[in-house]
Every structure is written in C-alpha cells, then in structure tokens.
C-alpha cells in the first residue's frame, strides 16, 4: 500500500488535513502538539474507471464489487527546531517518517492572527528550511551511527569500505545543507540498501491557503513553487478548512460547492495524484462480473510484473496477457464486441503496463 506521512510545524494545518481527506477524528487543536502520536487513515483512491468498467458488467440489478486502490496517510505530530535532538515530541515521530513511501509538506500559506504561528510570524520558506534542516539533522545522526559500524569492517571487506567511502560522501553533502534526494540525483552512491534515508524520499509541498485564495492561490505559494522547482517537487494548493467542510456533503452537494469555487477535484485527489507522480506509480485494472478491481504498480513494470501484484504464483507462471485500454471497453460495452473489433492485445512478459490498461492475466503453476 502506498503510504504518504504528513509533516509539517505545529499548527499548518496537517491534523486537520488529515481529519478531511480520511473522515477521520483526530484532534486538531490551536496549540502545539495537538496530535501527540501518528494517526493512520486509509483512503480509497478516487477513479471514475472503476464505475464505468463495473457498468460494463453489470447485469439487471446485480452489483459488481468494486475495489478501489488505497493510500495510508500517517499524520505525523508537528515537528519543531531542535526535534532530531529530541525536542518537542522529538525522535518517535521522526522514526514514522522512515517508514513511509512519500511525503506530504504541509506549509502555512495563510494569515490568520487567531491562528497562533509557533515562530510568531508566517513565513513558508522558514517553515520549510526548519522541517528539512531537522530531517537532514535526522539522517546525519544515523548515518554517523551507520558509518561507526563500517569503520571496522572497511579495513577488511571491499563492500564495507565502499559503504563507508559512501556514507561519507553523503554525510558531507548533507552538512552543505543538502537533502539527500537531491544528492542521489547528481551522483552515484553505493549506500546500504536499508538506510531509508528520510531526506531521500519523494516529497510534495502542500500550500495551505485560506477559500479565498484556494484558486488563484497567493504570494506564498509563489514561494513554495519557487523553491519546489529547485529541487523538482510538485506543489499542491489545498485549504485544508474546505476540505473538512467537503468531507462532510454528499458527492453531490460537495460537486457544486467545487464548482462554486472554481475547482474541478478536491485536494485529496490532487494530492494522491501527486504522490503517485513523485513515486512514480500507475494503476491498471482487472474486470468482470466478479469484481472490478485497480492495483497500483511502478511506471515501467512489464506484465509479469503486474501480475505478481495480484499473487506472487501469477507472475511465477506468467504465460501472456490479454490487454485493452478501459475506454475501448467501455465503448464498445463488453469483452465479446471488443474482440471482434480486435481492441484486445496479447502480450507477452517483455509488454509494459501502461495507465489504464484493463488487464487478463493467463498463467500456468
């Protein structure tokens, strides 16, 4: 399951974010550390396909199970200077980020005074450059732990020494202000494969805004975009005070109230559409009269790859599968008819899965 952490200084908004996008009820307080351990909320992943393609299916008044993909959000108590060192609620939660695929930056880009601000004063870049400088102070303190257990073995082991040259390298790199993203993308390090590095994960700026500038957003969100280009970050623009009013209307009223306000989707889908872009995630389909189901695979996997998604014995014995894009069969209303117009593709184990992709797998254990 993909899993996204909210981070963020205390009182931007994350507990409240958290409350909209899962129904959830967690406190969200106008004090620091409101949130005092990680909430965990999981969310299905909105996806018109799936109605359109259990329709295909359906007959008279027999439902077709639909399953959705999912996102595990952990909201992550705020963090504050000083947290790698214990401060605040200090390390615990910074032990929950590790644990998670993306990150979602939630910064103040609102003025409220009613608001209490913990630095006294909004400013999204400080914001942002305390949160990554505790992180960064975070993965310093355990890759020095990590290279103590090196020194040793690097006298002796050609790996170890290669690790130790490595975990120096990014140590340094690190102390320069870098996050440790940004460094993998310039050079090629032979770190420990199980670091999980927090600095290293895919993140995304999540601007925190008042209604009133929720669709032209303002002059802190030209910040944060402009800081997010610098290190390639995708920027969502959300307020986290509609979406809780969002989440309480029915699909219906909360549609009109989108419209009212010039929005197309809710900042829930446009932030899952963001951690699927930064980790580079798809989702493809299997359909029929059985259930219509979305699996989540990484842009680029082949075929037998996707199966594995499903059972590991699917991709064990692969043998081909039987592909066509989900609006060629919801055109043509059925398997049968797509055949016959020869939409549906055999593949073999070298075919890469493509977005959309309505997928049969046929195998053989």
Not at 12 to 30: C, D, M, P, Q, R
Not at 140 to 160: I, P, Q, T, W
Not at 258 to 279: C, F, S, T
Not at 340 to 364: P, S
Request: one cysteine or more.
């Amino acid at each position: 399951m993909l899993g996204i952490g909210i981070v963020g200084l205390p009182n931007v908004g994350k507990s409240t974010l958290f409350n909209a996008i899962t129904k959830a009820s967690v406190e969200a307080a106008n004090y620091p550390f409101a949130t005092i351990d990680r909430n965990v909320g999981v969310v299905a992943v909105p996806d018109e396909r799936i109605a359109a393609l259990a329709d295909v299916y359906t007959k008279g008044e027999r439902v077709v199970p639909r399953v959705p993909a999912t996102v595990e959000f952990v909201d992550i108590a705020g963090l504050v200077k000083g947290a790698s060192r214990g401060e605040g609620l200090g390390n615990q939660f910074l032990a929950h980020i590790r644990e998670v695929a993306a990150i979602a930056h939630v910064v103040r880009c609102f003025d409220d005074p009613n608001v209490i601000h913990v630095s006294g004063r909004v400013d999204p870049l400080a914001d942002i450059e305390t949160i990554e400088t505790e992180l960064a102070l975070a993965d310093l303190a355990m890759l020095e732990r990590r290279a103590d257990r090196l020194r040793k073995g690097a006298k002796s082991n050609a790996d170890d020494a290669e690790a130790f040259a490595a975990v120096l390298a990014l140590m340094a790199r690190l102390e320069e202000g870098m996050q440790a993203r940004a460094v993998l993308r310039e050079q090629a390090l032979a770190l420990p494969d199980d670091l999980h590095l927090v600095t290293a994960k895919p993140i995304v700026y999540v601007c925190n805004v008042a209604e009133g500038d929720l669709a032209s957003g303002n002059a802190y969100v030209e910040q944060v975009r402009a800081y997010a280009a610098t290190e390639g970050a995708d920027v969502v623009v959300i307020s986290a005070q509609i979406e809780r009013e969002l989440a309480e209307l029915p699909d219906d009223e909360a549609a009109l109230f989108l419209a009212d306000l010039g929005l197309e989707r809710p900042g829930l889908e446009r932030l899952i559409q963001a951690g699927y872009h930064v980790l580079g995630l798809i989702t493809y389909l299997t359909a029929s009269e059985k259930e219509v189901r979305a699996w989540t695979v990484p842009r680029g996997a082949t075929a037998p790859q996707a199966a594995g998604v499903i059972h590991s014995d699917f991709e064990r014995g692969f043998i081909r599968a039987e592909v066509i894009h989900w609006t060629k069969l919801v055109e043509t209303g059925s398997m049968v008819a797509a055949r016959a117009k020869g939409w549906v593709r055999t593949e073999g184990k070298t075919y890469v899965v493509a977005d959309g992709d309505v997928i049969h797998f046929l195998f053989n254990v």
